[in-house]
């Protein structure tokens, strides 16, 4: 299984510091049995906190076991989030950065 505070802690080192130029987003994500991270983008830099801070433009609600399963591919993001195992207050905004954060 992937470790959820590992992947979201080394997203700033995967994304393209060229692709990030001009964008700002907020991300909460509420992962049950791994924790509550904070990813902020802002001024071309992605920075990753242990906690919330900051009002969210996407909450991403799910467990550890389904976060790492989407990861990987073995779950499929429409499909979670019809069975419940994936609650995302703005589906529009996870869809654009979903991409750069290696979650599709």
């Known amino acids: 299984m992937i470790d959820v505070k590992q992947f979201l802690f080394n997203l700033p080192n995967k994304a393209n510091p060229d692709a990030?130029?001009?964008?700002?987003?907020?991300?909460?994500?509420?992962?049950?049995?791994?924790?509550?991270?904070?990813?902020?983008?802002?001024?071309?830099?992605?920075?990753?906190?242990?906690?919330?801070?900051?009002?969210?433009?996407?909450?991403v609600t799910t467990t550890a076991e389904s976060f790492s399963k989407l990861?990987?591919?073995?779950?499929?993001?429409?499909?979670?989030?019809?069975?419940?195992?994936?609650?995302?207050?703005?589906p529009g905004e996870r869809l654009k950065y979903a991409k750069m954060f290696g979650l599709m």
């Open 20 to 59: 990030l130029e001009g964008l700002s987003t907020l991300f909460h994500f509420d992962v049950a049995d791994a924790g509550q991270f904070t990813v902020r983008l802002a001024d071309g830099k992605l920075d990753v906190s242990e906690g919330f801070s900051g009002e969210p433009t996407c909450k």
């Open 71 to 90: 990861i990987s591919g073995d779950l499929n993001p429409m499909m979670a989030m019809r069975t419940g195992k994936l609650k995302i207050s703005n």
